[in-house]
């Protein structure tokens, strides 16, 4: 993995963005370790990234380069949270084991009438 990357366009190829996946996880929501394949084969080839906005509740996020829990790399996204994964990584696996209940700002359920969970946004160039 690179680091001390101040801009992700310096890494990976520009997108313009043209599906939204919306996934909402309740307290015991979950999501299995999988890769991100259903775009074109043009925008995998080229490793047009996938970029995820993580709103309320914080969540594991598990990732790595095969198919095996045990062996995944693991951070956590919290609220207000972008992740950004594309180039030579697009092909990653990565799922979301837990989330964690009530740990979202208070202020965000209250102003803006979301239900208490996990709010999941992924942006893709088909
Ligand atoms: O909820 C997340 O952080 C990941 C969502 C995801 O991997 C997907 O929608 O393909
Ligand atoms: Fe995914």
């Keep these: 993995m ?3 990357v101040l801009h992700a366009e310096d890494i990976l190829p520009s997108m313009t963005p043209d599906i939204c996946i919306v996934n909402f996880y309740t307290n015991n929501g979950k999501l299995g370790l999988h890769q991100d394949r259903d775009e074109s084969r043009e925008s995998l080839q080229k490793g047009l990234p996938v ?3 993580s709103i309320g509740d914080s969540a594991d996020f598990l ?3 095969r ?3 045990e062996e995944a790399e693991w951070v956590m996204l919290e609220s207000g ?3 950004i994964f594309g180039g030579e990584f697009r092909h990653i696996f990565h799922g979301v084991p837990s989330i964690l209940p009530n740990s979202a700002p ?3 359920f209250r102003d803006s009438g979301l239900s208490p969970g996990r709010l999941n946004l992924t942006f893709r160039q088909y």
Aim: charged share 35%.
């Design 67 to 69: 198919r095996n829990e």
């Design 81 to 83: 949270d972008v992740l």
């Design 51 to 53: 970029v995820s906005f």
């Design 2 to 4: 690179e680091y001390g």
């Design 106 to 108: 208070k202020e965000l």
């Design 63 to 65: 990732y790595g380069v």
